[in-house]
């Protein structure tokens, strides 16, 4: 039961255009969501998180949105940049688990374009 | 920023040996730590819990005398793969955790079983 899961597997913009990372999650216990960036050969590290009871949350090129009834988020970048080509994770937690349990999605490769 | 490590990087064994993967917090204690595990182009799959001083908890599916996990020190986890074979080849990375939601990831163990 796949509770996270991110349809495009790949995505290719344009540098200095709007990057548009989709994520659609099931479990409504979720309450908090995470972006994660990824490139080959190394771990995952944290881009921006935000609680279910917000709608947006930005820092910086990145932005989070979130769509509860439509259980939805999305990440924008923007501008992108060529650096900013790797694969993306978002994750999930389910709150009261032991550990603070994250459920990922499959992850979108990005890339950005010169 | 919260560092961890893992040793070795890449490591390469003959089927029915065991492999010993090192994880490590190196600025930062951390009660817990989870293991994952990442095939080509899926998710990071949970595959257990470290918590120090105490038995992991494994994901459902997971045979836990195979993969050994040991959590002896606030700074320190470790993930044995016993009687490794073939299918047990993968990308392994750990994670700390800090506070009750941000996980900070390792950059892997591609562990290759011929």
């Known amino acids: 039961d796949q509770q996270v899961k991110q349809n495009s597997p790949s995505l290719s913009v344009q540098e200095g255009r709007i990057s548009i990372l989709n994520c659609d999650y099931t479990?409504?216990?979720?309450?908090?969501f995470l972006w994660y960036k990824k490139y080959p050969a190394e771990g995952p590290t944290f881009l921006i998180s935000i609680s279910s009871i917000k709608d947006k949350n930005e820092d910086g090129r990145f932005t989070v949105f979130l769509n509860k009834s439509a259980k939805h988020l999305s990440l924008h970048i923007v501008p992108s940049q060529p650096g900013d080509s790797a694969v993306y994770f978002c994750?999930?937690?389910?709150?009261?688990?032991?550990?603070?349990?994250?459920?990922f999605g499959e992850g979108t490769q990005l890339t950005v374009n010169p | 920023g919260a560092v961890v490590s893992q040793h070795p990087s890449w490591v390469i064994c003959k089927s029915g040996t065991s492999v010993k993967i090192e994880c490590r917090s190196l600025d930062f204690q951390a009660t817990t730590m989870f293991w994952y595990r990442q095939f080509p182009k899926q998710s990071l799959m949970l595959m257990a819990t470290?918590?120090?001083?105490?038995?992991?908890?494994?994901e459902q599916g997971v045979e836990k005398d195979k993969f050994l996990i040991n959590h002896a020190s606030l700074t320190l986890s470790t993930l044995t793969v016993t009687s490794a074979h073939p299918e047990d080849s993968s990308f392994y990375i750990c994670s700390a955790r800090v506070g009750t939601l941000r996980q900070y990831f390792g950059p892997g163990t591609r562990l290759t079983v011929t």
């Open positions: 479990n409504s216990m979720f309450d908090y």
């Open positions: 470290s918590n120090e001083g105490s038995k992991a908890t494994y």
């Open positions: 994750a999930a937690r389910a709150p009261g688990t032991s550990g603070s349990r994250l459920t």
